[in-house]
T-cell receptor, first 115, second 114 residues
Framework: DGGITQSPKYLFRKEGQNVTLSCEQN?????MYWYRQDPGQGLRLIYY???????QKGDIAEGYSVSREKKESFPLTVTSAQKNPTAFYLC??????????????FGPGTRLTVL | GNSVTQMEGPVTLSEEAFLTINCTYT??????LFWYVQYPGEGLQLLLK???ADDKGSNKGFEATYRKETTSFHLEKGSVQVSDSAVYFC?????????????WGAGTKLIIKP
């Protein structure tokens, strides 16, 4: 079955530590995205990548970093510079070049809690 | 830039009630419109979509019509079930840096009581 996997489902981190969230897809999609979701709010875009070895900052990139070395993988690192990292993180992918129709497919999410 | 406004939740209904979740938008051009659903503890799933004015998207008994004259894309279902309890997000596309991104509403939590 094709899909997007995120691991781990729950992650705990001590203040001051960096942590990396995994996102893997076997849908053969070129574009991948990272969103942050806070209670009662919509999704906010952290980073996105349209193609391997290229990525762009979204609306709230400060304190985060990404890499895109393989088409299937788009890991997100939450650094100690992120002041309020406790949130639900969602990874998504899509087929670029759809023009105005950008349907995105989502993973199950990772809930990060900073202790 | 484009924006999406959804009705605030939670919306609480009894089983078999009629559902409407309002979504209005501001946009330049002609965006595509989407409704996504998020069940507790999960990621989002596309529920339905519409790509041009007067299009009606439908899936699993849910419907929404792309109304350009009122800039709305309200979600409706004739008879809700307990299993419809979830958070519903309205979204539209926006062109940013030569790429189309999704702009999201804040989400509306739906609670269906038996």
């Amino acid at each position: 079955d094709g899909g997007i996997t995120q691991s781990p489902k729950y992650l705990f981190r001590k203040e001051g530590q960096n942590v990396t969230l995994s996102c893997e897809q076997n849908l053969n999609h070129d574009a991948m995205y990272w969103y942050r979701q806070d209670p009662g709010q919509g999704l906010r875009l952290i980073y996105y990548s349209q193609i391997v070895n290229d990525f762009q900052k979204g609306d709230i990139a400060e304190g985060y970093s990404v890499s895109r070395e393989k088409k299937e993988s788009f890991p997100l690192t939450v650094t100690s510079a992120q002041k309020n990292p406790t949130a639900f993180y969602l990874c998504a992918s899509s087929i670029p070049g759809q023009g105005n129709y950008n349907e995105q497919f989502f993973g199950p999410g990772t809930r990060l809690t900073v202790l | 830039g484009n924006s999406v406004t959804q009705m605030e939740g939670p919306v609480t209904l009894s089983e078999e009630a009629f559902l409407t979740i309002n979504c209005t938008y501001t946009a330049t051009g002609y965006p595509s419109l989407f409704w996504y659903v998020q069940y507790p503890g999960e990621g989002l799933q596309l529920l339905l979509k519409a790509t041009k004015a007067d299009d009606k998207g439908s899936n699993k008994g849910f419907e929404a019509t792309y109304r350009k004259e009122t800039t709305s894309f309200h979600l409706e279902k004739g008879s809700v079930q307990v299993s419809d309890s979830a958070v519903y997000f309205c979204a539209l596309t926006e062109l940013m840096d030569s790429n189309y991104q999704l702009i999201w509403g804040a989400g509306t939590k739906l609670i269906i009581k038996p």
